[in-house]
């Protein structure tokens, strides 16, 4: 059916917060105007009172009235009627403010208005009165008896129904109801009252509509399924208060079409009626478990769900369905499929909204801000007072973070008055070891760079003069300019030249000429000035030709880790790649390198030169050819979505889980009697230690703050009456109470964390925990000599979209005891963690499988280092070692090589920044190269002999060996701090490099001793190279010189085993002649050799000895794993008196084959499977189920 009319909306009211319940008045108006489209007809309102139509867009978007626009679309597009929409955003617009002669020209009027924030319903009772029930009253009081009023109601009106739906004439229960519920069932019965009781009054339908649920720009988050998908991909847990209540719930779709119908039979109505819709109704379990089934996320039951029982509500919708032969399509997994397919546009509704307030954008000036994070008013961060009163007195200012999504730049949305913040300024640079140690390290890259040895350099907010101190250590002229006059005094005071006053704002006539200035250096300070284009432009002015700018700012990468404690007042702006090459072209400058340095959280340092350019053309022609750095910047910044309002959602989800684990701890350790206390008066503390005041729930606090900075100490923190004291005050502190330190500065932890484990070595402390709040929030335990992981911050994204479709499959319990809501819930939130033991499984048979491998890999290590050990070395001086010694030997070995692994452990920490893979590339690069060249060079050239080999590989050997302890002498730093690293460059030299090197080396050692010396014959060679395979001549085997190489024995293997019973010296009892002992190199110790015979180990295994002797003899062999043999099977003693061989002539050795392994070897296979599966148990168990609970 087609209406030939207008449908009226009027105003949604202020404070609706409800983006699916909409709020705006709409009416099927008569015959008796002109039609026109809804678009133009809206148009043309809004020109009459100045609007443009993009400006409109964007303030329904700010107000959340978009969804209103949605509903005039649907109705126009699809019913083609026209609409005319009025909303109290607009002047004269609002309900009360229509005129009654235009309201009385149409049929049918939608009203949605309404006050729906639940919260200012309870603050404000009396307002929430008079919006939602008596600005409706008098709206339906000025209509006709032949217009249809349609109003929305509230499904929670059924409240208590639980699973049990409710139908339209059914009792309520006002007992269970909110400031919001309560006027709206007093909104039904005033608008009844008025039918009943008025001859005049319009007909009236209610819609009892249930949480609308669908996507519309700028809607609210903050229930039903729309907040917990935003919680699952932003948080990775689902967190669910009640989970066996009910709730009624209307699809977006429905709901449109449920109204277009009730419109088309308006003729049909009744003077006043209600109706229930609902698409279906669940319970919040069952929309958590199916969100978590789609997403991958965990489910939490918080407490709340004990404090308080909640049945919840649903909804019976025959009367509506049967009244208009309507079906309800909606369902969950349709829902919950729509909202995960479009993650990013749920989540970022009230993200992209315009902040109003904002300054503009102090880069391209542009005045279109988008809001990213708000952490309220908070005082000045280095605003410090001598006194409780004055501090708590400090003024506060509005701190949010904004950005402008032109050039990508991030700021404050206020600017706190340069003069009052710097003029007297507290923060000093020089009160940091790291600091200064960066300071040495920036001097010497800009007078290396600069390649001046007696340079000058212009530092702007030089402070103190600490960097000014370490160029003037290496023969510099030093300018400073600072616009705090007790800093100036300070570097004045050191022999600088400093001018007070703001750079860009203030003239400065005595400055080094651009020709003879060499550098200018500006730390952490763009970032502080409220146009930075200016500043930048004054610098260009000073430049010379060859005049570098080094401009640095702090926390560039603030947004990956959720940083946010450096959004203070001094820090007006956070550059970006893209600010940076914004607000070059806009200044004059070229950017020469992007560089991240590890110092205040990782900084930017950005190299400016200045462009001299006349066209245009050039200038763009010029600024395509960007440095290789900075093109890796932007586009590290596009990939990481910098560029987009979803990654800033993300980046805001970070910043609260933080806050949110952190309060969790502190609460936990406050009940435990922990004293509390902060590490580090910075400003990025302060704004750190008002997040977390600021957060709910608050039952605990700090005693006080220790500060290194002079300036700072016996102060009070502004805005709060916590004292700051010197690191000094803990040797007051009470040994029986276990501490906890929030490290405020964080970017110091190296530094703070070696001080506070000399205070617990001097003090004798006991339980100090700190808490790092970034890059990983993390509880520590410190200890004298570690610092070991307590707990840490489990908070993930989820990634969108889902890599898997499917990742976790729910589980469904159920009960049929009494009280089942109690009793389930409290069985869901202790006993859930179980079922996820199916994964954990997984994850302690992975660690047994990875066991196994590394206990492989050291065995067949340990056994071939015992082997060459046992056999190349130990055999030289016991040729006639039985293998029962050189099993011992080989055992003993393996134990001592174990030892010595052990204690290398800190050698492997301190070498390659304890880089663990970098470490072992390293030892082979030391060790292998020598191996290679010989090799390369043996199958490659004849030339080559053994002794070029052998002095090939002791050289290398060498070189290797020397370079190794070298190297080791010395410790690296982390590779972000490499540029701290003051090794010799020498031993800085890569050992990736260093092979190549010592390959070259070995290899011409190899080649030069080969051609000195004499060449191996060729009928020895014949066919060994690879240049001469098809050689049909094959090489005869080279002879062993006596004396010169001991080759092992091989004549006890047991398939083809040699005969000796011809050779004297194989008869293990018999004297070698003098030729084979001058061969052994057998040394004389006046022993015979006679005495190694089988007779001694006979004596040694014979258990005829009685008492302490027997045990021992008795364990020994036992404990090696030999098997002890009452006599010598298969021997016997010849009339010589020597032991002879009488069956193969073979020594008697152990068998390795299964059959003849001992049962001791057996037992110790089968405990060690046993172990292993008891220790991956355990380990999955416990550790995962003690990380859930905490």
């Given at each position: 059916?087609?209406?030939?009319?207008?449908?009226l909306?009027?105003?949604?009211?202020?404070y609706?917060?409800?983006?699916?319940?909409?709020?705006?008045?709409?009416?099927?108006r008569?015959k008796?105007?002109?039609?026109?489209?809804w678009?133009?007809?809206?148009?043309?309102?809004?020109?009459?009172?100045?609007?443009?139509?993009e400006?409109?867009?964007?303030?329904a978007?700010?107000?959340?009235?978009?969804?209103?626009?949605?509903?005039?679309?649907?109705?126009?597009?699809?019913?083609?009627?026209?609409?005319?929409?009025?909303?109290r955003v607009?002047?004269?617009?609002?309900?009360?403010e229509?005129v009654?002669?235009?309201?009385?020209?149409?049929?049918?009027?939608?009203?949605?208005?309404?006050?729906?924030?639940?919260?200012?319903?309870?603050q404000h009772?009396n307002?929430?009165?008079?919006?939602?029930?008596?600005?409706?009253?008098?709206?339906?009081?000025?209509?006709?008896?032949?217009?249809?009023?349609?109003?929305?109601?509230t499904?929670?009106?059924?409240?208590?129904?639980?699973?049990?739906?409710?139908?339209?004439?059914?009792s309520?229960?006002?007992?269970?109801?909110?400031?919001?519920?309560?006027?709206?069932?007093?909104?039904?019965?005033?608008?009844?009252?008025?039918?009943?009781?008025?001859?005049?009054?319009p007909?009236?339908?209610?819609l009892?509509?249930?949480?609308?649920?669908?996507?519309?720009n700028?809607?609210?988050i903050?229930?039903?399924?729309?907040?917990?998908v935003?919680?699952?991909?932003?948080s990775?847990?689902?967190h669910?208060?009640?989970?066996?209540?009910?709730?009624?719930f209307l699809?977006?779709?429905?709901?449109?079409r449920?109204?277009?119908i009730v419109?088309?039979?308006?003729?049909?109505?009744?003077?006043?009626?209600l109706?229930?819709?609902?698409?279906?109704?669940?319970?919040?379990?069952?929309?958590?478990?199916?969100?978590?089934?789609?997403?991958?996320?965990?489910?939490v039951v918080?407490?709340?769900?004990?404090?308080?029982?909640?049945r919840?509500?649903?909804?019976?919708?025959?009367?509506?369905?049967?009244?208009?032969?309507?079906?309800?399509n909606?369902?969950q997994?349709?829902?919950?499929?729509?909202?995960?397919?479009?993650?990013?546009?749920?989540?970022?509704?009230?993200?992209s909204?315009?902040?109003?307030?904002s300054?503009?954008?102090?880069?391209?000036?542009?005045?279109?801000?988008?809001?990213v994070?708000?952490?309220?008013?908070?005082?000045?961060?280095?605003d410090?007072?001598k006194?409780?009163?004055?501090?708590?007195k400090?003024?506060?200012?509005?701190?949010?973070?904004?950005?402008?999504?032109k050039?990508y730049h991030?700021?404050?949305?206020?600017i706190?008055?340069?003069?009052?913040?710097?003029?007297?300024?507290?923060?000093?640079?020089?009160?940091?070891?790291?600091?200064?140690?960066y300071?040495?390290?920036l001097?010497?890259?800009?007078?290396?760079?600069?390649r001046?040895i007696?340079?000058?350099?212009?530092?702007?907010?030089?402070?103190?003069?600490s960097?000014?101190?370490?160029?003037?250590?290496?023969g510099?002229?030093?300018?400073g300019?600072?616009p705090?006059?007790?800093?100036?005094?300070?570097?004045?005071?050191?022999?600088?030249?400093?001018?007070?006053g703001?750079?860009?704002?203030?003239?400065?006539?005595?400055l080094?000429?651009?020709?003879?200035?060499?550098?200018?250096?500006?730390?952490?300070?763009?970032?502080?000035?409220?146009n930075?284009?200016t500043?930048?432009?004054?610098?260009?002015?000073v430049?010379?030709?060859?005049t570098?700018?080094?401009?640095?700012?702090?926390?560039?990468?603030?947004?990956?880790?959720?940083?946010?404690d450096?959004?203070?007042?001094?820090?007006?702006?956070?550059?970006t790649?893209?600010?940076?090459?914004?607000i070059?072209?806009?200044?004059?400058?070229?950017?020469?390198?992007?560089?991240?340095?590890?110092?205040?959280?990782?900084?930017?340092?950005?190299?400016?030169?200045?462009t001299?350019?006349?066209s245009?053309?050039?200038?763009?022609?010029a600024?395509?050819?960007?440095?290789?750095?900075?093109?890796?910047?932007?586009?590290?910044?596009?990939?990481?979505?910098?560029?987009?309002?979803?990654?800033?959602?993300?980046y805001?989800?970070?910043?609260?889980?933080?806050?949110?684990?952190?309060?969790?701890?502190?609460?936990?350790l406050?009940?435990?009697?922990?004293v509390i206390?902060?590490?580090?008066?910075?400003?990025?503390?302060?704004?750190?230690?008002?997040?977390?005041?600021?957060?709910?729930?608050?039952?605990?606090?700090?005693?006080?703050?220790?500060?290194?900075?002079p300036?700072?100490?016996n102060?009070?923190c502004?805005?709060?009456?916590?004292?700051?004291r010197?690191?000094?005050?803990?040797?007051?502190?009470?040994?029986?109470?276990?501490?906890?330190?929030?490290?405020?500065a964080?970017?110091?932890?190296?530094?703070i964390?070696?001080?506070?484990?000399?205070?617990?070595?001097?003090?004798?402390?006991?339980?100090?925990?700190?808490?790092?709040?970034?890059?990983?929030?993390?509880?520590?335990?410190?200890?004298?000599h570690?610092?070991?992981?307590?707990?840490?911050?489990?908070?993930?994204?989820?990634p969108?979209?889902?890599?898997?479709?499917f990742?976790r499959?729910?589980?469904?319990?159920?009960?049929?005891?009494?009280?089942?809501?109690?009793?389930?819930?409290?069985?869901?939130?202790?006993?859930?963690?179980?079922?996820?033991?199916?994964?954990?499984?997984?994850r302690g048979?992975?660690?047994?499988?990875?066991?196994?491998?590394?206990?492989?890999s050291?065995?067949?290590?340990?056994?071939?280092?015992?082997?060459?050990?046992?056999?190349d070395?130990?055999?030289?001086?016991?040729?006639?070692?039985?293998?029962?010694?050189?099993m011992i030997?080989?055992?003993?070995?393996?134990?001592?090589?174990?030892?010595?692994?052990?204690?290398?452990?800190?050698?492997?920490?301190?070498?390659?920044?304890?880089?663990?893979?970098?470490?072992i590339?390293a030892?082979?690069?030391?060790?292998?190269?020598?191996?290679?060249?010989?090799?390369?060079?043996?199958?490659?050239?004849k030339?080559?002999?053994?002794?070029?080999?052998?002095?090939?590989?002791?050289?290398?050997?060498?070189?290797?060996?020397?370079?190794?302890?070298?190297?080791?002498s010395?410790?690296?730093?982390p590779?972000?701090?490499?540029h701290?690293?003051?090794?010799?460059?020498?031993?800085r030299?890569?050992?990736?490099?260093?092979?190549?090197?010592l390959?070259?080396?070995?290899?011409?050692v190899?080649?030069v001793?080969?051609?000195l010396?004499?060449?191996?014959?060729?009928n020895y060679?014949?066919?060994?190279?690879?240049?001469?395979?098809?050689?049909?001549?094959?090489a005869?085997?080279?002879?062993?010189?006596?004396?010169?190489?001991?080759?092992?024995?091989?004549?006890?293997?047991?398939?083809?085993?040699?005969?000796?019973?011809?050779?004297?010296s194989?008869?293990?009892?018999?004297?070698?002649?003098?030729?084979?002992?001058?061969?052994?190199?057998?040394?004389?110790t006046?022993?015979?050799?006679?005495s190694?015979?089988?007779?001694?180990?006979?004596?040694?295994?014979?258990?005829?000895?009685?008492?302490?002797?027997?045990?021992?003899?008795?364990?020994?062999?036992?404990?090696?794993?030999l098997?002890?043999?009452?006599?010598?099977d298969?021997q016997?003693?010849?009339?010589?008196?020597?032991?002879?061989?009488?069956?193969?002539?073979?020594?008697?050795?152990?068998?390795?084959?299964?059959?003849?392994?001992?049962?001791?070897?057996?037992?110790?296979?089968?405990?060690?499977?046993?172990?292993?599966?008891?220790?991956?148990?355990?380990?999955?168990?416990?550790?995962?189920?003690?990380?859930?609970?905490?």
């Amino acid at each position: 059916m087609r209406f030939a009319g207008h449908i009226l909306r009027l105003p949604e009211q202020r404070y609706s917060k409800t983006a699916m319940k909409w709020t705006p008045l709409e009416g099927k108006r008569k015959k008796g105007r002109p039609a026109k489209t809804w678009r133009a007809t809206f148009k043309e309102d809004l020109q009459n009172i100045g609007t443009k139509w993009e400006e409109a867009e964007n303030v329904a978007s700010n107000r959340e009235r978009w969804k209103t626009l949605v509903a005039q679309y649907y109705l126009q597009q699809e019913k083609k009627w026209n609409v005319v929409g009025y909303d109290r955003v607009f002047s004269g617009q609002a309900s009360h403010e229509i005129v009654t002669e235009d309201l009385q020209n149409f049929q049918v009027v939608v009203y949605l208005g309404g006050l729906t924030d639940r919260t200012i319903c309870l603050q404000h009772p009396n307002d929430a009165e008079h919006e939602n029930v008596k600005d409706i009253y008098n709206l339906a009081e000025r209509m006709l008896p032949s217009q249809l009023l349609v109003f929305a109601s509230t499904s929670e009106i059924a409240e208590g129904s639980g699973s049990i739906s409710m139908i339209e004439t059914s009792s309520v229960q006002p007992h269970l109801f909110d400031a919001y519920v309560l006027s709206m069932i007093h909104r039904e019965n005033a608008l009844q009252k008025l039918s009943l009781n008025s001859t005049s009054a319009p007909r009236m339908i209610g819609l009892r509509l249930g949480l609308v649920i669908g996507l519309s720009n700028s809607q609210r988050i903050d229930f039903g399924h729309m907040a917990y998908v935003c919680q699952a991909f932003l948080s990775g847990k689902l967190h669910i208060v009640h989970p066996e209540a009910y709730r009624s719930f209307l699809s977006m779709e429905d709901m449109l079409r449920a109204v277009t119908i009730v419109i088309q039979h308006q003729r049909t109505a009744k003077g006043f009626d209600l109706f229930h819709l609902e698409s279906f109704s669940t319970s919040i379990s069952n929309v958590a478990n199916a969100i978590a089934f789609r997403s991958g996320a965990h489910v939490v039951v918080l407490n709340d769900s004990f404090d308080k029982i909640s049945r919840g509500f649903s909804l019976n919708t025959t009367k509506f369905r049967s009244t208009y032969h309507f079906d309800f399509n909606g369902n969950q997994n349709q829902i919950v499929s729509k909202l995960i397919d479009d993650v990013p546009r749920l989540c970022t509704g009230r993200q992209s909204r315009l902040h109003k307030k904002s300054v503009p954008c102090v880069v391209c000036g542009s005045h279109e801000m988008l809001m990213v994070l708000d952490l309220q008013n908070q005082p000045l961060a280095n605003d410090f007072r001598k006194t409780p009163v004055e501090a708590l007195k400090c003024k506060r200012f509005p701190l949010s973070l904004v950005r402008c999504p032109k050039c990508y730049h991030t700021q404050l949305s206020h600017i706190v008055d340069r003069a009052y913040l710097f003029s007297h300024y507290l923060y000093q640079s020089g009160t940091s070891k790291s600091i200064e140690a960066y300071f040495q390290w920036l001097a010497e890259k800009i007078i290396r760079e600069s390649r001046k040895i007696n340079g000058t350099v212009l530092e702007i907010a030089s402070n103190d003069g600490s960097q000014l101190n370490e160029f003037a250590k290496r023969g510099w002229k030093t300018v400073g300019v600072d616009p705090a006059k007790n800093l100036a005094d300070l570097a004045q005071a050191k022999g600088h030249t400093i001018y007070v006053g703001f750079w860009g704002t203030d003239k400065f006539p005595h400055l080094p000429s651009p020709a003879s200035l060499d550098a200018i250096v500006a730390q952490n300070v763009l970032a502080h000035v409220d146009n930075p284009v200016t500043f930048l432009r004054a610098c260009a002015a000073v430049m010379g030709r060859r005049t570098r700018l080094y401009i640095q700012t702090s926390q560039c990468e603030m947004y990956e880790t959720g940083q946010f404690d450096t959004v203070y007042h001094e820090h007006v702006s956070f550059f970006t790649a893209h600010s940076f090459k914004k607000i070059a072209t806009l200044a004059g400058l070229t950017v020469i390198r992007f560089e991240m340095t590890p110092i205040h959280g990782r900084s930017c340092l950005v190299t400016f030169q200045r462009t001299k350019l006349s066209s245009s053309t050039v200038i763009t022609t010029a600024h395509k050819q960007l440095p290789s750095s900075l093109l890796l910047a932007l586009q590290k910044e596009r990939n990481l979505g910098l560029t987009d309002t979803w990654f800033y959602v993300k980046y805001q989800a970070q910043a609260y889980s933080m806050r949110q684990w952190i309060v969790h701890q502190l609460m936990r350790l406050y009940s435990q009697d922990h004293v509390i206390i902060g590490y580090g008066a910075a400003a990025k503390g302060m704004v750190l230690l008002h997040s977390l005041l600021e957060m709910p729930s608050l039952k605990w606090q700090f005693s006080y703050i220790v500060d290194d900075a002079p300036l700072k100490q016996n102060t009070y923190c502004p805005g709060t009456s916590i004292p700051v004291r010197p690191s000094s005050e803990l040797n007051r502190h009470n040994l029986s109470k276990p501490l906890t330190i929030v490290v405020f500065a964080w970017n110091f932890w190296e530094e703070i964390s070696n001080k506070i484990q000399k205070k617990i070595f001097e003090q004798g402390m006991n339980n100090v925990f700190a808490i790092l709040p970034f890059p990983v929030q993390q509880l520590i335990k410190i200890n004298q000599h570690s610092k070991t992981i307590v707990t840490q911050n489990s908070f993930r994204l989820l990634p969108w979209p889902s890599p898997f479709t499917f990742m976790r499959q729910p589980v469904i319990l159920f009960s049929s005891l009494p009280k089942r809501e109690l009793l389930l819930s409290s069985w869901i939130r202790h006993h859930a963690p179980m079922f996820d033991m199916a994964i954990l499984t997984i994850r302690g048979l992975t660690l047994a499988c990875m066991i196994a491998a590394l206990m492989s890999s050291l065995t067949s290590i340990f056994n071939s280092s015992s082997t060459i050990f046992t056999i190349d070395i130990w055999q030289r001086f016991r040729r006639n070692a039985h293998d029962w010694e050189l099993m011992i030997i080989g055992r003993v070995f393996v134990i001592i090589l174990v030892g010595i692994s052990i204690l290398w452990i800190p050698i492997i920490r301190a070498a390659q920044g304890a880089r663990l893979f970098d470490y072992i590339q390293a030892v082979q690069s030391f060790l292998t190269p020598p191996v290679a060249a010989c090799y390369l060079l043996g199958i490659l050239w004849k030339r080559i002999n053994e002794e070029g080999a052998f002095w090939g590989l002791i050289s290398g050997l060498f070189i290797g060996i020397f370079r190794f302890i070298w190297e080791y002498s010395y410790t690296a730093m982390p590779c972000q701090l490499e540029h701290l690293d003051k090794r010799p460059s020498v031993v800085r030299f890569n050992f990736l490099y260093f092979s190549v090197l010592l390959f070259i080396i070995s290899g011409i050692v190899t080649i030069v001793v080969s051609l000195l010396t004499k060449p191996i014959p060729e009928n020895y060679i014949s066919g060994l190279t690879i240049f001469d395979l098809d050689n049909p001549e094959k090489a005869i085997e080279i002879p062993t010189r006596p004396g010169c190489m001991h080759k092992a024995n091989t004549y006890c293997d047991e398939e083809q085993p040699y005969s000796f019973e011809n050779s004297s010296s194989c008869h293990i009892g018999q004297s070698p002649n003098e030729t084979e002992k001058k061969a052994l190199h057998f040394f004389d110790t006046g022993t015979d050799i006679k005495s190694f015979s089988f007779e001694s180990r006979t004596a040694f295994l014979s258990d005829d000895s009685t008492g302490i002797c027997f045990y021992v003899k008795t364990a020994f062999p036992w404990i090696c794993g030999l098997e002890k043999t009452e006599q010598l099977d298969g021997q016997s003693i010849c009339s010589d008196g020597n032991l002879h061989d009488s069956t193969s002539n073979r020594r008697s050795i152990t068998s390795i084959r299964d059959d003849h392994v001992s049962s001791w070897d057996k037992k110790c296979s089968y405990a060690a499977i046993i172990i292993l599966a008891l220790c991956a148990f355990v380990w999955t168990f416990f550790t995962d189920y003690r990380i859930r609970l905490s």
